[in-house]
């Protein structure tokens, strides 16, 4: 939440906004001040003055973050273009809501961000346009303090729509009932990000840069990585069906031509794992049903690790035929060898449950038309063709990256124009929140590069939901 100095307008938007984005000389000049400003916050030597020309002519959002906690977030429209900047960084700096940056001087990121194109909207129009993770929220009320909610708030908090305007109904000091006495905006921000510690911008496109942010996840031994928390670093290295989100990483890197021998290693190491698990000795994170075994056995299967035969006994198992998502998973690894029961299965519980991805890629494997046909429609009614979130695919309304990324694998292969725009559209949702630069100041570069979230405002990275992303964008629109 930013706290701002400014001047109450009931009828316009209650900050200096941008009508365009920041022009290159801009960011230049932000960038530059926010660098010194940085130094100068370690020493108290040289104040750096910002008499040029060439700032954004807008009210800066300063927000100051170190180890991935806020420490502070101010605006204010006070004095010229460059000098409201170096006040929102010192009315941040000592933003008494939060702790101090004492200690932490050395490992401060700054996120500078401006409003753009502001558009009034009422309450319900708002809820049904607001994109949580994108968007900010402007407010504006006789009595109350004006408010802008930024992105980084519904993202730091996982918040959805309801969650954010009650979040600005709290900050503005009235009910959520009274907002519709003010005045509601919805607009983007230019943002750039000011690290005390450098970091050098990757070049390298979508596709390379996950590929890369996959092969970290892979150890010494060839064991991968669960996933992380970009804010503060730390790691899982096991997590629920590990086995089978690590095959899918392995199958990722192995298609994508990265690191060869640590793919060799890796597999390796996961069929290791499953012949312990087989054999009764279980490994951290293997599943514990038999539904959930052979979808790690039919997941490796298609990784290239040699299961066919372990697989083959296992989908006669007749419990798995109560599984269809994972039974499906069976069918496409072994194809004809797969027993026609099982396939039966899939197909009929495609009357309770049409959205199928697996189902999907089975029926393409095997020739099956009409049910090819039938669960390709369902999953482009599921790719959302208008915004919010575009392209995006989910059963909330905050769509998951891995199941947008596996709707792609599942369409891989249609070429009818309904299929190829929805492809289109789903790979520049997936690019859209890849967490590539600008980075955000809340998240280490180091460890959140090239990586997915599995939502727009859930930043936790899992390496199978960046491997579904690296397939995805492979599809070819």
């Given at each position: 939440?930013?706290?701002?100095?400014t001047?109450?307008?009931l009828?316009?938007?209650?900050?200096?906004?941008?009508?365009?984005?920041?022009?290159?000389?801009?960011?230049t000049r932000?960038?530059?001040?926010?660098?010194?400003?940085?130094?100068?916050?370690r020493?108290?030597?040289?104040w750096p003055?910002?008499?040029?020309?060439?700032?954004?002519?807008?009210?800066?959002?300063?927000?100051?973050?170190a180890?991935?906690?806020?420490?502070?977030?101010?605006?204010t429209?006070?004095?010229?273009?460059?000098?409201?900047?170096?006040?929102?960084?010192?009315?941040?700096?000592?933003?008494g809501r939060?702790?101090?940056?004492?200690?932490?001087?050395d490992?401060?990121a700054?996120?500078?961000?401006?409003?753009r194109?502001?558009?009034?909207?009422?309450?319900?129009?708002?809820?049904?346009?607001?994109?949580?993770?994108?968007?900010?929220?402007?407010?504006?009320k006789?009595g109350?303090?004006p408010?802008?909610?930024?992105?980084?708030?519904?993202?730091?908090?996982?918040l959805?729509?309801q969650?954010?305007?009650?979040?600005?109904?709290?900050?503005?000091?009235?009910?959520?009932?009274?907002l519709?006495?003010?005045a509601?905006?919805?607009?983007?921000?230019?943002?750039?990000?000011?690290?005390?510690?450098?970091?050098?911008?990757?070049?390298?496109?979508?596709?390379?840069?996950?590929?890369?942010?996959?092969a970290?996840?892979?150890d010494?031994?060839?064991?991968i990585e669960?996933?992380?928390?970009?804010?503060?670093?730390?790691?899982?290295?096991?997590?629920?069906?590990?086995?089978?989100?690590?095959?899918?990483?392995?199958?990722?890197?192995?298609?994508?031509?990265?690191?060869?021998?640590?793919?060799?290693?890796?597999?390796?190491?996961?069929?290791?794992?499953?012949?312990?698990?087989?054999?009764?000795?279980?490994?951290?994170?293997w599943?514990?049903?038999?539904?959930?075994?052979?979808?790690?056995?039919?997941?490796?299967?298609?990784?290239?690790?040699?299961?066919?035969?372990?697989?083959?006994?296992?989908?006669?198992?007749?419990h798995?035929?109560?599984?269809?998502?994972?039974?499906?998973?069976?069918?496409l690894?072994?194809?004809?060898?797969?027993?026609?029961a099982?396939?039966?299965?899939?197909?009929?519980?495609?009357?309770?449950?049409?959205?199928?991805?697996?189902?999907?890629?089975?029926?393409?494997?095997?020739?099956?038309?009409?049910?090819?046909?039938?669960?390709?429609r369902?999953?482009?009614?599921?790719?959302r063709?208008?915004?919010?979130?575009?392209?995006?695919?989910?059963?909330?309304?905050t769509p998951?990256?891995?199941?947008?990324?596996?709707?792609?694998?599942?369409l891989?292969g249609?070429?009818?124009?309904?299929a190829?725009?929805?492809?289109?559209?789903?790979?520049?949702?997936?690019?859209?929140?890849?967490?590539?630069?600008?980075?955000?100041?809340?998240?280490?570069p180091?460890?959140?590069?090239?990586?997915?979230?599995?939502?727009?405002?859930?930043?936790?990275?899992r390496?199978?939901?960046?491997?579904?992303?690296?397939?995805?964008?492979s599809?070819?629109?």
């Amino acid at each position: 939440m930013a706290r701002a100095q400014t001047r109450l307008s009931l009828n316009a938007f209650p900050f200096g906004a941008l009508s365009r984005p920041l022009t290159k000389t801009e960011r230049t000049r932000v960038q530059g001040h926010v660098t010194k400003l940085l130094a100068w916050q370690r020493t108290l030597i040289r104040w750096p003055s910002a008499r040029a020309a060439g700032f954004p002519a807008a009210v800066p959002f300063v927000s100051i973050y170190a180890g991935g906690r806020l420490l502070g977030c101010f605006g204010t429209p006070e004095g010229s273009a460059a000098e409201r900047l170096s006040r929102a960084f010192l009315l941040a700096l000592h933003d008494g809501r939060f702790a101090s940056p004492a200690g932490q001087r050395d490992a401060l990121a700054i996120e500078v961000a401006y409003p753009r194109s502001p558009v009034r909207l009422n309450r319900l129009e708002l809820e049904s346009a607001l994109e949580p993770g994108h968007h900010a929220i402007g407010f504006a009320k006789s009595g109350a303090p004006p408010v802008l909610l930024l992105p980084s708030v519904a993202r730091d908090g996982g918040l959805e729509v309801q969650a954010n305007l009650e979040l600005v109904a709290r900050k503005a000091g009235v009910t959520p009932d009274a907002l519709a006495e003010g005045a509601l905006f919805v607009c983007e921000m230019e943002t750039l990000v000011v690290r005390a510690r450098p970091h050098v911008a990757s070049k390298l496109d979508s596709r390379e840069q996950a590929a890369r942010w996959l092969a970290r996840r892979i150890d010494g031994a060839g064991g991968i990585e669960f996933g992380c928390d970009p804010r503060t670093g730390q790691r899982a290295l096991r997590g629920e069906f590990h086995h089978g989100r690590s095959a899918i990483v392995i199958r990722a890197l192995d298609e994508h031509g990265t690191e060869p021998a640590l793919v060799r290693r890796a597999k390796r190491c996961l069929l290791a794992e499953i012949r312990a698990g087989l054999r009764g000795t279980a490994p951290p994170g293997w599943p514990r049903s038999v539904p959930e075994v052979a979808g790690t056995l039919a997941l490796a299967l298609m990784a290239g690790v040699d299961v066919r035969r372990e697989l083959a006994a296992l989908a006669k198992h007749r419990h798995l035929a109560r599984v269809p998502w994972h039974a499906a998973q069976v069918v496409l690894a072994l194809g004809k060898d797969a027993p026609p029961a099982l396939w039966r299965a899939c197909v009929t519980d495609l009357a309770a449950t049409p959205w199928a991805p697996w189902t999907c890629m089975a029926a393409r494997a095997l020739g099956d038309g009409p049910t090819l046909a039938r669960t390709t429609r369902a999953l482009l009614a599921s790719v959302r063709s208008t915004e919010p979130y575009r392209g995006g695919v989910g059963k909330t309304s905050t769509p998951e990256l891995a199941l947008t990324a596996v709707v792609v694998e599942a369409l891989a292969g249609d070429e009818s124009r309904a299929a190829l725009g929805a492809i289109r559209d789903a790979q520049a949702f997936l690019r859209r929140w890849q967490h590539v630069d600008p980075i955000p100041a809340a998240y280490a570069p180091e460890v959140a590069r090239g990586g997915f979230p599995l939502a727009p405002i859930a930043p936790l990275q899992r390496a199978d939901v960046t491997a579904h992303a690296l397939r995805a964008l492979s599809v070819p629109a």
